[in-house]
Antibody
Framework: EVQLLESGGGLVQPGGSLRLSCAAS????????MSWVRQAPGKGLEWVSG????????YYADSVKGRFTISRDNSKNTLYLQMNSLRAEDTAVYYC??????????????????WGQGTLVTVSS | DIVMTQSPDSLAVSLGERATINCKSS????????????LAWYQQKPGQPPKLLIS???TRESGVPDRFSGSGSGTDFTLTISSLQAEDVAVYYC?????????FGQGTKLEVK
C-alpha cells in the first residue's frame, strides 16, 4: 500500500523559510515523479512543483519560482520542498502527491494517484 | 496557462438522484495525434486529500464505483453520479494534464438535498 507522510509545516513569519518533507513507502520511490500540490484555506488546488524520478528534471509554478526548491533523496525515499521568502499567500495545506509515471512530463503524467494527508503552512506575523 | 472553470460552484441533490458537474477548459485538452482528452476528475471529502476518480475524461480508476462516469471532449466535460449516495458528499475537481502548468478547476461542492 502506498503511503505518503508529510511533515515540517508550521507557523512562520513573512520572509521566513521552512522545509517540508514527505516520507514515501509501499512503492519503488525512484521510479515515479513526485509533486507538491497546495490548497489555501477554503480554496482549490494548485500544482506547485514537480520532480522526475531521478531528480534531474524539475518544474515550478510561476508563483513560487525562485523561492521554492524541490528535491528528493531516493536512498531515503523522501521528497522535500525548501520554501524561502515566504509570503502570506503561501499559507496552505501542502500535499505530497505521487505521479503515474517516471516524469511528470511523460505522456499521461501530471495526474496524481496517491496523496499524503497534507501539512499546514501558515505564514503570518 | 489553461484555465479550468467548473459549474455549478455548489450543488444539492437528493439521495438516489443524478448529479452532474461541468468543467470547461480555456483551450482544448484533446491531443489530436492519439485522440485522448487529458482531463481528470478528483473527489475530496472533508478533511481528506483528493482522490483520483477518472482519467482521460472517461476512464474510471480501479475501485471507483460505476455510478461515477465522465464524458466530453475538447473543452467541455461532465462528471455524472448516476445515483447519489451519502458517501459521495464531497468537493469535486477537474484537472487538465495536457500542458504545464497542470491546472485544476475551482471545485464543485456536492451536498445532499
Amino acid at each position: 500500500e502506498v503511503q505518503l507522510l508529510e511533515s515540517g509545516g508550521g507557523l512562520v513569519q513573512p520572509g521566513g523559510s521552512l522545509r517540508l518533507s514527505c516520507a514515501a513507502s509501499g512503492f519503488t520511490f525512484s521510479s515515479y515523479a513526485m509533486s507538491w500540490v497546495r490548497q489555501a484555506p477554503g480554496k482549490g488546488l494548485e500544482w506547485v512543483s514537480g520532480i522526475c524520478g531521478s531528480g534531474g528534471s524539475t518544474y515550478y509554478a510561476d508563483s513560487v519560482k525562485g523561492r521554492f526548491t524541490i528535491s528528493r533523496d531516493n536512498s531515503k525515499n523522501t521528497l522535500y520542498l525548501q520554501m524561502n521568502s515566504l509570503r502570506a499567500e503561501d499559507t496552505a495545506v501542502y500535499y505530497c502527491a505521487k505521479d503515474f509515471f517516471y516524469n511528470w512530463n511523460d505522456d499521461g503524467g501530471g495526474r496524481f494517484d496517491s496523496w499524503g494527508q497534507g501539512t499546514l503552512v501558515t505564514v503570518s506575523s | 496557462d489553461i484555465v479550468m472553470t467548473q459549474s455549478p460552484d455548489s450543488l444539492a441533490v437528493s439521495l438516489g438522484e443524478r448529479a452532474t458537474i461541468n468543467c470547461k477548459s480555456s483551450q482544448s485538452v484533446l491531443y489530436s495525434s492519439n485522440n485522448k482528452n487529458y482531463l481528470a476528475w478528483y473527489q475530496q471529502k472533508p478533511g481528506q486529500p483528493p482522490k483520483l476518480l477518472i482519467s482521460w475524461a472517461s476512464t474510471r480508476e480501479s475501485g471507483v464505483p460505476d455510478r461515477f462516469s465522465g464524458s466530453g471532449s475538447g473543452t467541455d466535460f461532465t462528471l455524472t453520479i448516476s445515483s447519489l449516495q451519502a458517501e459521495d458528499v464531497a468537493v469535486y475537481y477537474c484537472q487538465q494534464y495536457y500542458s504545464t502548468p497542470y491546472t485544476f478547476g475551482q471545485g464543485t461542492k456536492l451536498e445532499v438535498k
